[in-house]
């Protein structure tokens, strides 16, 4: 059984990819084969995947979640919305030097005013005056990752989002996606390859690391997905036809697996909190599209899981070696799912 030290490695920090790339197809792809480590372009995807194989991307859209404002009392805070309840309320996280009392107002943006409500957890509900979608759209800010050192700019707007992005309600953008454009996406459809989607909206604890040595002891982040009649009967399709299942993102792989959990896949609407580490056995998904993960990261631990421990330290020592980029503007790698025991 893995510790959390077991999942830390010294990055230098130059590999943190802090601008994506001018075009998003143009990333590094490492292949990690059964043959070993292949430097590629991601472009090569076309070639690695077969007619019938089904790409399942996840169509959560990013939500302008970060917001400035001022208490009552004239104190400074920074509101970034977790989840959207329903369309005039949210769970958020609030920085602020004391907390805001329940029943107290904050003025976001210098334009609105939001009534603080009941804690949940670490997240404080928040009352919104009208539609929490078009107040989102119109006055926040897209709320780039804590390791991104500048603010998002327009250019970020469109390039933190996917071409595909569908559904609002994600904090963070579902990164292996990011590195499909159209053209990429038109070749991939022409070759045969079947395209479904599933809906995941990505939490701001995506990038907590796990503080307990003993990983037994994480309490995972909790994030709500949805799987259409559709996309199972899709995957159930392919499986039958032994074509590969390949999710784009350990998103998409967390509503597959979370889905799948009576050993067949189920469509439907949940919150999942599945922390997958090694010894997890994979019911759904037979390849994996990810982009690198933070040192004891979960998603560190599930791609360990999925491809395996020794061979997961390989490809990061080997992407380390090889000047990748890393996190969400970085490169990408392509895994098989392999069953360790």
């Known amino acids: 059984m893995h510790s959390l030290s077991d999942y830390d490695f010294v990055l ?30 991601f472009t090569d995807i076309v070639d690695l995947l ?14 302008k979640a970060r917001f400035f404002g001022v208490k009552q009392t004239g104190g400074k805070v920074e509101v ?22 329940a029943g107290s107002t904050i003025k976001l943006a210098d334009a609105f005013e939001v009534v603080v409500g009941e804690r949940v957890g670490e997240f ?18 897209l709320p780039l990752p804590p390791y991104i050192e500048h603010a998002a700019d327009a250019f ?48 701001a604890g995506t990038f907590q690391p796990v503080r307990t040595e003993n990983l037994a002891e994480h309490k995972m982040h909790s994030e709500w997905y949805t799987i259409s009649a559709a996309t199972v009967d899709a995957v159930r399709a392919t499986k039958a036809a032994g074509g590969n299942v390949v999710a784009v993102g350990t998103t998409s792989l967390r509503a597959l697996e979370s889905a799948s959990q009576s050993g067949t ?38 791609v360990s899981a999925f491809a395996g421990y020794d061979c997961i330290k390989a490809a990061y020592a080997h992407a380390i070696a090889q000047r990748y980029r890393f996190f969400s503007y970085g490169d990408a790698m392509l895994l098989t799912y392999t069953l360790t025991e």
Do not use: C, W
């Not at 369309?87 to 004391?98: D, E, G, I």
């Open 265 to 302: 896949l189920q469509a439907g609407s949940a919150d999942t909190a599945l922390f997958i580490t090694p010894g997890y056995r994979f019911h759904t998904v037979d390849r994996l599209i990810t982009n690198f993960h933070l040192p004891k990261s979960t998603l560190l631990m599930l």
């Open 156 to 203: 970020d707007e469109t390039r933190y989002q996917t071409v595909y992005a569908k559904q609002p309600g994600a904090v963070a953008a579902p990164t292996a996606g990011l590195h499909f454009d159209q053209a990429l996406l038109e070749r991939l459809r022409q070759k045969g390859v079947g395209f479904a989607y599933v809906t995941l909206h990505v939490g």
């Open 80 to 101: 970034l919305v977790e989840r959207v309840v329903d369309n005039r309320t949210v769970h958020a996280q609030v920085r602020a030097s004391k907390s805001p009392p």
């Open 124 to 141: 404080y509900t928040l009352l919104f005056p009208a539609d929490v979608f078009e107040l989102i759209d119109h006055y926040g800010r």
């Open 50 to 63: 077969a007619p019938g194989d089904l790409l399942v991307f996840n169509d959560t859209r990013v939500l």
């Open 12 to 41: 230098p920090p130059e590999l943190i990819a802090q601008t994506p790339l001018a075009e998003r197809s143009a990333s590094r792809l490492l292949h990690v084969a059964q043959g070993g480590l292949i430097d590629r372009q």
